[in-house]
């Protein structure tokens, strides 16, 4: 897939911010307020001096009215590193027909890169995938889409670990967007996940749902997992009805433990709402907080 | 109900017993798909089962239904009606041939009974098949010459489409049987037909080549047209056919109007009435009337304008010009000649002359019927032996077979009603319970 195809993408985010949730504690100037306290013209308060400050800071005219030495504070912004994990294993290729899960996570994966460096945010690429691990390192130049687009120009096939791959993309940035389905490795992820939150990592989790997965096509009486093919399971009548309630209450605990870790956790459904709605309902964690739909 | 192809019914029927055996002997296999939360679904036994009964009987009724229906629509079925002793074919003859339409019709009404069929004929001959009663009441006499050759023609087509329905065909033909009727090829065709014919003769009007009943000249006593008709022995009377050759009056016209009777406005000079002036008169080789041919260079100088509407013409120059013709008048008929008759010469002493006199002299209506049919000649017509049997008369080329079309259309209609139903049909279901059982079902 080149520009042109996700052309539709990138006009769909003109405009959306992602801010960060909190301080950012990088030094390099950016869009988000950053912890650390400056001499830039953002003046926020005035400190009084300590051995090591900066002489270029202290308020010379204060010092002549109030015979002590004062320093100006000033609010800095800083940059805030994102990496977006993606999953490209088989259980994003559904329906076969048409790959609409895998079409979705792509599709929001490029939307969230797109918003995130259009703000001036370094934003890199970390793909699971049973060929291999590829990881593009967060940068903020203009090729860096580009190469997440033709990174993502594959097939999902396979059964691939989640886990190792978002401990590097951890690793790499302050903010991770994890875009999957869940199916796989999803203990051990969160596992690596609640040590990036705990360290004060900003954590968004996209959970790609289809349509069919939320009401399966009743003529498919024998059902198949693509990513373990020894799996096969009878969809009768009742059991459908124990698929619905156990796959309902697998989401809710899932939203809950993700939550838990202080993560944005947004289910998208294939087919359900535009692109950009999607996409700020991630960015915009309040708009993210209500039910989707 | 015969099939002309047996075969694709055979075939109907094998294919309608594979559907059968089928239904019987395929299973059904669960349809699968693949489903990345398949985990979710909980981990159950499907009981496979083998059912003896068919199921989707209301598909497998269809199924077998459109394969019958189509083996029997290639098949070609035919109605083939309750066989009679005897089927027969009347032939009616309403050309001039016959002096009374209605003994016509008494007598072809009294030949047909309910499954005959009725041949109209006169130089061509019409089928009637159904309502052939009602038919023969409405026979109207025509003024067409007749002709039995078409007639037997179309009696042998008849014969091989009613030839189903009866064991022997019986050939009747109502006619007047006048030599005019025979041509050349009426023997070759009567040979064709391989029984006897019953012949119904009914009264024949005048020969035209007879002398008529009796004949009256109005004009000078040189006259070339009365000598003419005295040399040929017709006598003189003036109670059937009278000929002015001067100035036909009111009289006239009454008294032919008053019986069935002729009257002949024969100018010795100038034109018939009506009769328009030639603009550049000229000269005919020869005049033909009914049989009679008069080969001699004749003057011209009058034509029937083309608004003129005559009954019939009954005399034409040899290009084909009217060179006389006839009206009817109550229940006789007027007749104007514009033939010239040759003061000087002998023409009119030539029996060619005479003949054409008294062709035109003829009843209106009878030129070419000619005398009627010997013993001989009607002895060979009728032929002997037995009636023509079925197996003699050769079966139709082309059969119509109607109910084709109608189990054609019944065929696809089903057919769609079969691609409804399998479209239609849900999948069915057994009990569910166990531990590992789909790899079963699928296998």
Not at chain 1, 148 to 170: F, K, R
Not at chain 1, 179 to 198: C, E, I, K
Request: net charge positive; aromatic share 4%; charged share 20%.
């Amino acid at each position: 897939m080149s520009i042109a195809t996700y052309a539709p993408v990138l006009d769909a985010v003109r405009g959306i911010g992602w801010p960060a949730l909190r301080r950012v504690r990088s030094a390099v100037p950016g869009p988000h307020l950053s912890v650390v306290r400056g001499s830039t013209a953002e003046f926020v308060e005035y400190r009084p001096y300590r051995q090591g400050d900066d002489p270029r800071t202290i308020d010379w005219k204060l010092v002549g009215r109030t015979d002590r030495v004062y320093v100006r504070v000033s609010q800095e912004r800083a940059v805030l590193p994102t990496m977006l994990l993606l999953d490209a294993t088989a259980s994003l290729a559904f329906p076969v027909s048409t790959n609409a899960k895998w079409e979705l996570a792509r599709r929001v994966a490029i939307g969230l890169a797109a918003v995130a460096r259009h703000r001036g945010d370094p934003v890199g690429l970390a793909l699971a995938h049973p060929g291999g691990a590829r990881t593009i390192a967060p940068r903020t130049r203009r090729t860096v889409l580009d190469e997440m687009m033709h990174a993502l120009d594959l097939a999902p096939a396979g059964d691939a670990p989640l886990a190792p791959v978002a401990t590097d993309a951890m690793r790499r940035s302050a903010r991770v967007a994890i875009v999957s389905d869940f199916l796989g490795d999803a203990d051990a992820l969160r596992a690596a996940a609640a040590t990036f939150a705990a360290a004060g990592g900003e954590l968004y989790v996209v959970h790609i749902v289809d349509a069919g997965e939320l009401d399966p096509d009743p003529r498919r009486l024998l059902l198949t997992d693509p990513e373990q093919p020894g799996l096969r399971r009878p969809m009768s009548p009742p059991a459908r009805v124990t698929y619905l309630r156990q796959f309902t209450a697998w989401r809710e605990r899932l939203a809950r433990d993700w939550r838990a870790l202080g993560a944005v956790y947004v289910m998208l459904v294939t087919g359900a709402e535009p692109l950009r709605r999607s996409i700020r309902r991630i960015t915009n964690p309040e708009v993210a907080a209500r039910p989707a739909g | 109900m015969s099939f002309l192809a047996p075969l694709f019914l055979y075939i109907g029927i094998g294919v309608a017993a594979g559907a059968l055996a089928l239904h019987f002997i395929v299973t059904r296999q669960p349809a699968s798909g693949v489903l990345p939360t398949v985990r979710f679904v909980p981990d159950s036994t499907v009981r496979v089962t083998t059912v003896a009964r068919p199921e989707d009987l209301l598909l497998l009724l269809l199924r077998v239904l459109v394969a019958l229906l189509l083996g029997a629509a290639f098949a070609r079925p035919i109605l083939v009606p309750r066989r009679r002793p005897v089927a027969r074919i009347v032939v009616a003859d309403v050309s001039p041939a016959v002096a009374s339409i209605e003994e016509v019709r008494d007598s072809t009404r009294a030949l047909l009974a309910p499954g005959d069929a009725l041949i109209i004929a006169d130089s061509t001959a019409r089928v009637v098949r159904s309502g052939a009663e009602a038919a023969a009441r409405r026979l109207e006499r025509t003024s067409r010459a007749g002709r039995l050759s078409p007639a037997l023609i179309a009696a042998r087509r008849t014969a091989a489409e009613i030839r189903a329905g009866a064991d022997s065909i019986e050939l009747a033909i109502v006619s007047g049987f006048r030599a005019g009727e025979i041509d050349g090829a009426t023997e070759a065709i009567r040979a064709l037909w391989p029984g006897r014919i019953r012949l119904v003769t009914v009264a024949a009007p005048g020969d035209s080549l007879a002398p008529p009943a009796g004949l009256a000249v109005r004009g000078t006593p040189d006259d070339g047209v009365a000598l003419a008709a005295a040399l040929t022995g017709l006598p003189q009377s003036d109670s059937a056919v009278r000929v002015v050759r001067g100035v036909a009056t009111r009289d006239d016209s009454l008294w032919a109007a008053g019986g069935r009777r002729l009257l002949v406005r024969w100018p010795a000079g100038g034109a018939p009435p009506g009769w328009l002036a030639r603009a550049q008169p000229d000269t005919a080789g020869a005049v033909i009337a009914g049989e009679a041919a008069l080969v001699t260079p004749l003057e011209r100088r009058w034509a029937l304008p083309p608004s003129a509407h005559p009954g019939r013409i009954s005399a034409r120059w040899v290009d084909g010009a009217p060179a006389a013709a006839d009206y009817g008048v109550g229940s006789g008929c007027i007749r104007d000649v514009a033939v010239p008759v040759p003061l000087k010469g002998d023409l009119v002493l030539r029996p060619s002359f005479g003949r054409l006199v008294r062709a035109l002299a003829a009843p209106c209506g009878t030129e070419g019927v000619g005398p009627g049919l010997g013993q001989a000649e009607m002895r060979a017509l009728a032929g002997s032996g037995p009636l023509a049997a079925r197996d003699a008369i050769a079966p139709p080329d082309q059969v119509a077979t109607p109910l084709v079309p109608w189990l054609l259309g019944a065929a696809l209609a089903l057919a769609l009603v079969e691609l409804l139903v399998r479209r239609g049909s849900a999948p069915v279901w057994s009990e569910v319970g166990g531990e590992f059982p789909a790899r079963e079902a699928a296998a």
